[in-house]
């Protein structure tokens, strides 16, 4: 079967984005760090294994999973000297595939834009994790910048509290529907708080997405600046992507 992302040259998306990358790969380091002992890592919805050579020397076993069977084949071509073992599966589909409570660290970056029903998504992921398992999650964020500025401005003073999600246009060429939604950070505090999560790190990150200022400076100082903006900006989480790293706790 078909998924979404076949029809479409993820990594041809990446090759002008080596801010978003690099700002992505700080983050998830910083996180890595905070987590003392990691046997296994498991990372849903993988793609090409963009972000696999940041985190696999911290387990002993590492498993890619993704719906995409035309993803997990460039997976494995572009890691080839890495030992890894490979699903091809949909999230909803992982609790038959993985054994429950053997995963020390899920990872999860964006992929919760396409995902409709947070309560489901974030209890399979607790059924994976082991018992003081982590979680490293990212999303796009609702109340960025730019849309705090945006809808302010128009007078839309309750846009602050509004936790509902909001769907959003894309340009990506995917002939299969498929949704793109930004949430909030508050929803997605309180599902992981239901879920049996307690948040322990919060990052802001990708906080000088702006096409002009990419062309403006260089590529070393907005990445310096993104680092010391990523803590900061973290608190009234102002940035277009928001990663959380999350301890399972029961």
Not at 22 to 33: H, P, Q, R
Not at 77 to 103: G, H, M
Request: glycine share 2%; no cysteine.
């Amino acid at each position: 079967m078909s998924a979404y992302y076949d029809s479409y040259d993820y990594p041809s998306y990446w090759e002008s984005r080596s801010y978003e990358h690099n700002s992505e790969v700080y983050a998830i380091s910083e996180f890595l760090n905070l987590i003392p002992k990691i046997k296994t890592i498991l990372e849903i919805g993988t793609g090409y294994g963009r972000l696999t050579p940041i985190y696999y020397y911290r387990a002993s076993k590492v498993i890619l999973t993704d719906p995409s069977a035309k993803l997990l084949k460039m997976a494995k071509d572009n890691l080839t000297n890495y030992k890894i073992k490979y699903i091809q599966a949909k999230l909803e589909n992982l609790p038959s595939k993985i054994r429950s409570n053997s995963v020390n660290v899920v990872i999860l970056v964006r992929v919760l834009h396409h995902i409709d029903d947070l309560d489901n998504t974030f209890f399979i992921i607790n059924k994976i994790i082991a018992k003081n398992g982590f979680l490293i999650l990212e999303f796009a964020n609702k109340r960025h910048l730019k849309a705090l500025f945006k809808e302010l401005t128009h007078g839309n003073l309750t846009f602050l509290h509004d936790i509902f999600p909001i769907d959003v246009p894309t340009k990506k060429r995917i002939k299969h529907k498929l949704p793109f939604r930004n949430y909030h950070p508050d929803l997605i505090k309180e599902k992981l708080k239901i879920s049996g999560f307690r948040i322990v790190d919060t990052r802001s990150v990708s906080n000088i997405r702006s096409p002009l200022l990419k062309k403006l400076i260089p590529l070393d100082m907005l990445l310096f600046l993104e680092k010391m903006l990523q803590k900061p900006f973290s608190y009234p989480k102002l940035g277009p992507s928001i990663f959380i790293l999350a301890k399972k706790v029961n």
